[in-house]
């Protein structure tokens, strides 16, 4: 693997552990102002310090980040597609240009595929276009593995999409936690992290991390059980001790209560 490769990767996963914690903040390209993202700066800098490494869209790098940042950032290249359109929802095409990426002095790319509905060719094939162009500029690829409407999150769709993704060139894949997941871990030749999902209790969120960093996951790239959370400091420290100091669940948790707001 080329040196700047390497170098990337290891500002995204850190090689004192092998793990890393993502903070995603993306989902403005597709949700407009998500509830806790109404003012993306507010709400991330103070989580910055427990953080590894940023996922966003490039209009919110550029209005809402310091460029002085020293956090690695992982930048949505992909999208095209709102809330809105049910029906097309998540048949997303590139929405940056590689060159762009560059200017903004970027550690990964993110895109996202859409395995088993409709317009998945259109999906797999804008992101291997995008590995290509990344890899000559050593850029790694983060795929996320959308799921559509109907298709269930569950170990046989996962494993697929998550394989699918690796074989096709990404260097990581995003994908949701599910029963038997160490399934998808050993079966994806590329390091996995996983999404929060939606907003679920703060405790659940955490036991959720743990049993994926206990099944194999490099780490999470965790958003809205982050920020919508009543406490998002607390959180994000806690499911930084989870990742990185072998925390429990249970000690996370304490962790999130004794933060103050
Ligand atoms: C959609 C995405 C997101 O926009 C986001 O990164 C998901 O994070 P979370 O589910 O933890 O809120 O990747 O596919």
Partial sequence: ???????????????????TVMLAVDHGYFMGPTTGLE?????VDPLLRYADTLMLTRGALRNYIDPHTTIPIVLRVSGGTSILNESNLLHEGTVVDIED??????SGVA???L????????????????????NRYGIPVLAVTAVGKGLGKDVRYLSLASRMAAELGASIVKTYFCKDFEKIVETCPVPIVIAGGKKQPEQD???MAYDAIHAGAV??????????SSNPVGMM????????????????YALFTSTKK
């Fill in 111 to 113: 895109f996202s595929i």
């Fill in 39 to 43: 003012n993306i700066k507010t709400m």
């Fill in 115 to 134: 395995v088993g509905q409709p317009h998945e060719r259109d999906t797999i094939l804008g992101m291997t276009e995008y590995i290509d162009k990344a």
């Fill in 101 to 106: 990426a560059i200017r903004l002095n970027v």
């Fill in 205 to 207: 969120a955490l036991n």
């Fill in 1 to 19: 693997m080329d040196w700047g490769m390497k170098n990337r990767l290891s500002k995204i996963i850190k090689p004192k552990d092998g793990h």
């Fill in 237 to 252: 420290k806690a499911v930084n001790a989870i990742v990185h100091k072998k925390h429990t669940p249970k000690e996370a």
């Fill in 219 to 228: 780490g999470v790239d965790m958003g809205r059980n982050i920020f919508q």
